[in-house]
């Protein structure tokens, strides 16, 4: 079973406007549905709550671990898979996946390629049902991205 979930997409826009998209909490907070607190900062907790339909009630919570401009993105969130059960049980979910943002410029845009990894340190049933969810999520994501940002 692979330990990652990978999904790219070109993008046809410059690749400041997809960093400017990743990187600004409010722009970030309306493609990928989640009304965040606080601006992202390295080594700081990024708390919220989703707007996307239905999950409204799902609280956001990510550490940011690297802003490389124009480059790379990337934070660590609890491995639930939306299971609202377990985010909402009160008892910290010990694994936390890192999601990776990396923007290469193309000829006339951006490709945007999005990787979740650390999924080997989930313990089964969890870790299919997380990959199973998260997969779906960021194949909705990246094309969610993609509008946002030549729209």
């Known amino acids: 079973?692979?330990?990652s979930i990978t999904k790219s997409v070109?993008?046809?826009?410059p690749i400041e406007r997809v960093w400017d998209a990743l990187i600004n909490h409010e722009k970030f907070?309306?493609?990928?549905?989640?009304?965040?607190?606080?601006?992202?900062?390295?080594?700081?907790?990024?708390?919220?709550?989703?707007?996307?339909p239905g999950y409204?009630?799902?609280?956001?919570?990510?550490?940011?671990?690297?802003?490389?401009?124009?480059?790379?993105f990337a934070y660590e969130w609890p491995a639930t898979g939306g299971d609202?059960?377990?985010m909402e049980s009160?008892?910290?979910?010990?694994?936390?996946?890192?999601?990776e943002f990396l923007l290469e410029p193309t000829g006339d845009g951006t490709l945007l390629t999005v990787t979740e990894s650390g999924f080997d340190k989930?313990?089964?049933?969890?870790?299919?049902?997380?990959m199973r969810s998260n997969d779906g999520g960021w194949t909705e994501q990246v094309?969610?991205?993609?509008?946002?940002?030549?729209?």
Request: hydrophobic share 40%; glycine share 6%; charged share 25%.
């Open 56 to 72: 409204e009630d799902y609280r956001w919570e990510a550490r940011v671990v690297a802003i490389e401009p124009m480059r790379r």
């Open 1 to 3: 079973m692979p330990e």
């Open 84 to 86: 609202k059960e377990l």
């Open 122 to 130: 989930v313990p089964e049933p969890r870790r299919s049902d997380v």
């Open 90 to 99: 009160g008892v910290p979910v010990p694994e936390w996946t890192l999601v």
């Open 29 to 52: 907070g309306t493609w990928f549905r989640v009304a965040l607190d606080q601006p992202f900062v390295v080594g700081q907790p990024s708390t919220g709550h989703m707007t996307y």
């Open 10 to 13: 070109d993008i046809a826009a």
């Open 143 to 151: 094309q969610t991205i993609r509008a946002y940002v030549e729209g």
